[in-house]
């Protein structure tokens, strides 16, 4: 299946030692070459139904933009959902890091007339190494731009490489699937100064923010409606067929004695929003709450 996907990647055998607290590792190869890793089996219960997919940056690399595509209609089908994704821009001359404080008190990352945080890392005073980021991961969203000359060939070389990198996590956001297929678009919406960015340097983009607040808590909510009537559909339908036919009173009997009990999965919603989100998802199946 990743050959038929992945043009050119491969796995190889099972070797003897696990990787991440997981028990099971097998090599993902390219050409032959180790490029990252699946890894299956944990421990703890939240990582032992699992499968991880660790790929390098070499392995990156080898992915297309049609790859991509491919891996968010996978997603799509599996309903599956994204915790974290990263977009980076590099811009290998002309762009200097001290410019970066001058952008941010300009305003170029104020968002709905808030300025959000900011801070630094590296040697600003030696003036080489340095890290500027904007935003906080623990809200989901943040920038970072550094140099990736020094961090690859040294601060002695002077290389002029610069990277600019958005992280994106599903903390209070959810992140859609389509910033698979449109990065560029994702990148632009994330601040003003990213929009500027990929103008500048001459690349086309449809700025697209992720929802954050309100917005997100409704579509979690939705997701989480979502994810359960496909667990159902994939996994639980022919049994819930079976009690319909011919179990008489016994599905209305645990949903009777069973109701105290919420899914793993629609655990942090009250009733009214659980209600709304299965209605927006699945129309008149879901009924309103009650008074």
Known sequence: MLRARLPGFEVGAVEDKGMDFYLARVPVLFEGVTVGHVL???????????????????????????????????????????TRCDLAVDVFDGDDITDMPRAYLSGAFDLRGQRPKQREAGSWTSGFSRTFYVGRRETGKELRAYEKGDELFGPELDDAWIRYEVEFRN???????????????????AYQFCADLLDRIGVDSHAQRIPAGQRVKDATAKAAAHRVAAWIKRVAAPSVCALLQYGGDLLENIVDSEAHRTAVRLRGWNTAELAAAFRSEFGALAPAPSP
């Open 171 to 189: 903390n209070l956001r959810v992140i859609d699937v389509a910033i698979l297929e449109r990065p560029a678009d994702f990148f632009a919406g």
């Open 40 to 82: 299956a089996g944990g421990s703890s219960s939240t990582q032992a139904a699992t499968v991880h997919f660790n790929l390098h940056g070499a392995a990156c690399l080898r992915i297309t933009s049609q790859d991509h595509c491919r891996i968010a209609a996978w997603i799509r089908q599996s309903s599956g959902w994204i």
